[in-house]
């Protein structure tokens, strides 16, 4: 079965920190781009963070950079989200998804243009 997990969200102070896992199953994550999305209720989707295959490259949100950081276990099809200095603004749900390059900010932000995305874990960061 193909699928993306993640899991990590938590309720935490603002100025705190999280570390999000995505876990996939059924496909090679390491032959895949891997994102951070993240989907307030009423306020659409807002890509965060793409990591290339092997991890050389990486991309982020300006409201994130220097206080997430993206990451990636391919021997163990896992990618990471290390989440620092938290403020309420960050709480959301956040996904994972997959691929096959780097499909630029705006395509980033629409769920349907990628090959695999994940159920989705919830950070809550109160004031």
């Known amino acids: 079965q193909v699928q993306l997990v993640e899991s990590g969200g938590d309720l935490v102070q603002s100025g705190g920190s999280l570390r999000l896992s995505c876990t996939a199953s059924?496909?090679?994550?390491?032959?895949?781009?891997m994102y951070w999305v993240r989907q307030v209720p009423g306020k659409g989707s807002e890509w965060l963070s793409a990591?290339?295959?092997?991890?050389?490259?990486?991309y982020y949100l300006s409201d994130v950079n220097g206080r997430f950081t993206i990451s990636r276990d391919n021997a163990n099809n896992m990618l990471f989200l290390q989440m620092n200095d938290l403020k309420p603004e960050d709480t959301a749900v956040y996904y994972c998804?997959?691929?096959?390059?780097?499909?630029?900010?705006?395509?980033?932000?629409?769920?349907?243009?990628?090959?695999?995305w994940g159920q989705g874990t919830p950070v809550t960061v109160s004031s």
């Open positions: 998804a997959s691929a096959r390059g780097w499909i630029g900010v705006s395509k980033a932000s629409v769920p349907s243009n990628f090959e695999h």
């Open positions: 059924g496909f090679t994550l390491g032959t895949y781009w």
């Open positions: 990591i290339s295959t092997e991890g050389a490259t990486t």
